[in-house]
């Protein structure tokens, strides 16, 4: 029980502040807070995330491919019950695909495991991230922004980070701790900003958006347990593998959704649902998992 407080609790009062603060006309959002948390702060701790994870060449490459084929059997079986269920597959597909691994699986990680859990959720980020932003906009927009995908600054960032770790280079202390610097202030400012759209985004259809976020949260946890278990992994590895894929939607669904024009409500308000029914799903998967 004290891990499932330590880890969730920050993580909670961090989001309900940035809530409150928008309930109270002060929001924490704009386009310069986006870019710095998106191009600044995210890579750097990407960067230094996978500086201690102790994971190279072959692991680490196994630990991406583990999480390409949850993301696969994820993406499968969500498809075949939006199709049963008649619900539009372009809006909801990449809702019931990717998770919030960035906002809210990156704190949990560290809180829940510390900087080891950091460095494995990292690679489980970039991956699901970069899925999203090429995978996921296709789906949802009909088209991939491959030019975004090359420049992406979180995927430079992880692939600079392995091979300076991989390669057993040394920085220099003033570039550490430099880096060091974006890299604190990201995982408060992604939670006040989680907080900000929860508080700024109106649920509709209660029925359809509470059935949807229950699939997304179990899905995601059956899908982690599932390839964990098939994959033979324990520990700290285990225990992030299925937190992150047990994470509600991410904030990005909801854009890409507003983008094309499919359903951007539907897909908002199961953001908001599948998030405040991980208040109560995340401690039961931590006391399960730690």
Not at 165 to 187: A, D, K, Y
Not at 238 to 266: I, K, M, W
């Amino acid at each position: 029980m004290q891990v499932v407080m330590v880890a969730v609790l920050p993580v909670l009062l961090m989001a309900l502040l940035g809530f409150v603060l928008a309930r109270f006309g002060r929001p924490v959002q704009g386009d310069t807070l986006r870019f710095l948390v998106a191009h600044v702060g995210s890579p750097a701790l990407i960067f230094t995330a996978m500086l201690k994870n102790d994971l190279a060449g072959r692991a680490l490459l196994g630990y991406a491919g583990a999480a390409l084929a949850a993301l696969a059997v994820t993406g499968v079986v969500a498809w075949a019950i939006l199709r049963l269920r008649s619900y539009s597959v372009r809006a909801f597909l990449p809702a019931m695909m990717f998770g919030n691994t960035g906002n809210l699986g990156l704190p949990l990680a560290l809180y829940a495991c510390g900087p080891a859990g950091l460095g494995y959720a990292a690679i489980l980020h970039t991956v699901i991230a970069v899925t999203n932003f090429t995978l996921g906009q296709s789906i949802a927009i009909g088209r991939t922004d491959w030019k975004g995908f090359v420049s992406s600054p979180t995927l430079i960032a992880a692939i600079l980070g392995t091979l300076v770790s991989t390669l057993h280079i040394t920085l220099p202390t003033w570039l550490r701790n430099t880096l060091e610097l974006p890299s604190s202030f990201t995982i408060p400012l992604m939670l006040l900003m989680l907080g900000t759209s929860l508080a700024t985004i109106r649920v509709t259809s209660l029925g359809r958006t509470v059935g949807l976020s229950a699939l997304r949260l179990a899905l995601g946890m059956a899908v982690g347990f599932g390839v964990s278990a098939l994959l033979g992994m324990s520990g700290v590895p285990r225990t992030v593998f299925v937190l992150q894929f047990a994470t509600p939607v991410a904030v990005y669904n909801y854009l890409f959704a507003l983008v094309a024009r499919t359903d951007p409500e539907g897909v908002a308000s199961v953001v908001v649902v599948s998030t405040l029914m991980s208040i109560i799903t995340i401690p039961v998967l931590l006391l399960l998992l730690v």
